[in-house]
């Protein structure tokens, strides 16, 4: 793969690597990791990836380059919006008493897109489970990170009668609750978590 991207033809990508002012020879599994795919993933995350797609399609080199500025300008504001939140997110942890066995933080200003990468500043933060939950009218979805050895999404689903829906992993979830039941839901969560973690 790393190859390929070093020798690839393909005007969106040379234009993206110019966008992001990266020399395709030295690709690395840091150039793809940190600079490139956090560009692609960012018009999904604010808008829709189809502009991401577009990109790596287009065979127009004046599409490319237009397309690739304006991935290059919403992976910015998806890194201030990030770097906002999650000091949103800090605070309110902060702001309690104590610091509880499981993070929980929920807010309506919070973007859907954002909230999973929160939700792991929240991880490094403090090493705890976080669930980072963006509160809507009716309905909410959430984002869940864990830490080593607790598997987040079967504690989540220990609770499935609030949720939605909840999908993941043991050490990332997510999952969608009904607005009005999310203080049972996080009553419900502290309760079970009981004894599972220590400190």
């Known amino acids: 793969g790393l190859g390929a991207l070093r020798k690839t033809k393909r005007i969106g990508l040379l234009e993206l690597f110019k966008e ?7 690709i690395g599994v840091y150039e793809i990791g940190h600079i490139i795919a956090p560009r692609l993933n960012a018009t999904g995350r604010l808008d829709y990836a189809m502009d991401s797609l577009r990109l790596l399609c287009t065979p127009n080199k004046q599409r490319a380059e237009i397309l690739a500025k304006e991935i290059g300008r ?5 890194q201030l919006l990030t770097v906002n939140t999650a000091q949103h997110a800090i605070d309110s942890v902060k702001s309690k008493k104590e610091l509880k066995k499981l993070l929980f933080v929920v807010h309506e200003s919070y973007q859907q897109g954002v909230i999973g990468l929160v939700a792991g500043k929240l991880v490094e933060e403090f090493y705890r489970p976080a669930i ?3 509160k809507g009218k009716k309905f909410s ?9 607790f598997n987040v999404i079967e ?5 499935s009668e609030f949720l939605v829906d909840a999908g ?3 050490m990332a979830a997510g ?4 607005t009005a039941k999310i203080p049972m839901l996080e009553k419900a969560l502290r309760n079970k978590l009981g004894n599972l973690l220590d400190g």
Not at 20 to 26: F, R
Not at 175 to 178: L, S
């Open 74 to 78: 919403t992976n910015r504001e998806r």
């Open 141 to 149: 979805k959430a984002s869940a990170r864990s830490v080593k050895g």
């Open 155 to 159: 504690f989540i689903r220990t609770a």
């Open 175 to 178: 999952f969608t609750v009904e």
């Open 132 to 134: 980072v939950i963006s």
């Open 168 to 170: 993941g992993h043991p």
């Open 20 to 26: 992001a002012g990266i020399d395709k020879s030295n």
